[in-house]
């Protein structure tokens, strides 16, 4: 039952945002910016939110060289640029909106890894550099020259430096929208699982964690921001779910030879240190299929992958031992750009975020409110 008071203070928004990750809240503090008088809530299934938000490995980063070069292959030229620099102004927003003491911001560098059937990216560095010196003024990727220093294994034969990118904790990046979005007035309500949109209606249905009480809520506006798990509420859309496995070491006993952003194999394997650790997550690739989900389990052959990684390339000979392992779920598409749009007369979507969340959930949230205020 609902009481008079909570019908007449709790139910009716003028923006209901569901989904409280970095996009949905970055939408309502936008939103709310322009609007101060207006009634915002943020919908949450969760206690934290659901998706990668707060579960991804923390990169600041935009692509590497063969992540980028490979997006050449399903995106156009001026797409790949637009999208990366898409990316690298979002970081360049969010470091000057919050300042990289709160979000605990490393300007370390990014880093690749490049093994054998890899060193022929290197004949179109020059080649990229040359596209991105419009938005980076200088050259984004260089060799890194004695990468022996840093104590790979033998298999990995060059190492490229990307002087721009570095790392966050995206938990206390989450906490600087959690302080912005409540110092402005807008409202948070967890545990409370969006079970249907009437996109035209702005009605929203919703339950709580034990699916022992339905509510109704009304909204003059609706923004979705669920990302991998959009095809519940919007089951036209073309989202598919990618999980992301990450394994977080014991403290190791001897100094870590390196430090920065690291990716291998365009991309999809990622690992820094974190606190003397090995944070080391991603390798979908090796099990597109089964990774294609929305369910928090681990695939212990991306999980044996990613330990002989570590194992035989990150510190050879070494057996390290694990303390934590946890997986979020991103959204992908036919294409990286992400997912903006109208659906329905009072409904937009903002979804399909490649795993770059971090870099470009802040600019999306704000692109989502401006649809939104222009609908």
């Known amino acids: 039952m609902i009481s008079y008071w909570e019908q007449k203070n709790f139910l009716t928004y003028d923006l209901i945002i569901v989904g409280s990750g970095f996009t949905g809240l970055s939408a309502a503090i936008h939103f709310q910016k322009k609007y101060p008088k207006a009634k915002v809530l943020v919908l949450e299934k969760e206690i934290f939110p659901t ?21 050449f292959w399903t995106m156009t030229q001026e ?15 969010i470091k000057k909106q919050f300042g990289e003491k709160a979000l605990g911001y490393k300007h370390q560098h990014g880093f690749e890894l490049l093994e054998e059937d890899s060193l022929q ?64 007035g807008v409202k948070i309500l967890t545990g409370v699982s969006v079970v249907e949109i009437e996109k035209d209606t702005g009605i929203v249905l919703a339950e709580n964690v034990g699916k022992s009480r339905t509510f109704e809520f009304k909204g ?30 014991k403290p190791l006993e001897e100094k870590i030879p390196w430090k920065g952003a690291f990716h291998m194999d365009k991309g999809y394997v990622y690992f820094r240190q974190i606190d003397g650790r090995l944070l080391i997550g991603g390798a979908r690739n090796k099990d597109f299929e089964k990774e294609n989900t929305t369910e928090f389990v681990v695939n212990p052959l991306i999980k044996n992958h990613l330990e002989t990684l570590a194992r035989e ?21 036919s294409k990286k750009i992400p997912l903006i749009q109208g659906i329905g007369d009072k409904t937009a979507a903002a979804v399909r975020l490649g795993g770059m969340g971090v870099a470009i959930g802040w600019q999306v949230g704000k692109d989502l409110s401006k649809l939104l205020s222009d609908r």
């Open 51 to 71: 998706g990668a938000s707060t579960k991804n490995a923390g990169f600041a980063c935009f692509g590497s060289l063969t992540e980028i070069l490979d997006d």
């Open 79 to 93: 797409e790949v640029l637009q999208l990366v620099k898409k990316r690298y102004k979002g970081l360049q927003d």
């Open 121 to 184: 990216a290197l004949d179109q560095m020059d080649y990229l550099n040359k596209l991105l010196k419009k938005t980076f003024k200088k050259d984004v990727f260089s060799l890194v020259k004695k990468p022996q220093k840093l104590g790979f294994s033998e298999k990995v034969k060059a190492v490229v430096e990307n002087q721009f990118e570095g790392e966050l904790d995206p938990a206390k990046y989450l906490n600087c929208l959690w302080d912005m979005a409540s110092r402005l």
């Open 220 to 249: 003059e506006k609706i923004g979705v921001c669920t990302n991998a798990f959009t095809k519940k509420l919007w089951p036209e859309s073309e989202i598919k779910p990618g999980r992301g496995l990450i394994l977080l070491s």
């Open 313 to 333: 390339v990150i510190f050879p000979g070494k057996n390290l031992e694990w303390e934590m392992e946890w997986t979020g779920i991103m959204a992908f598409g």
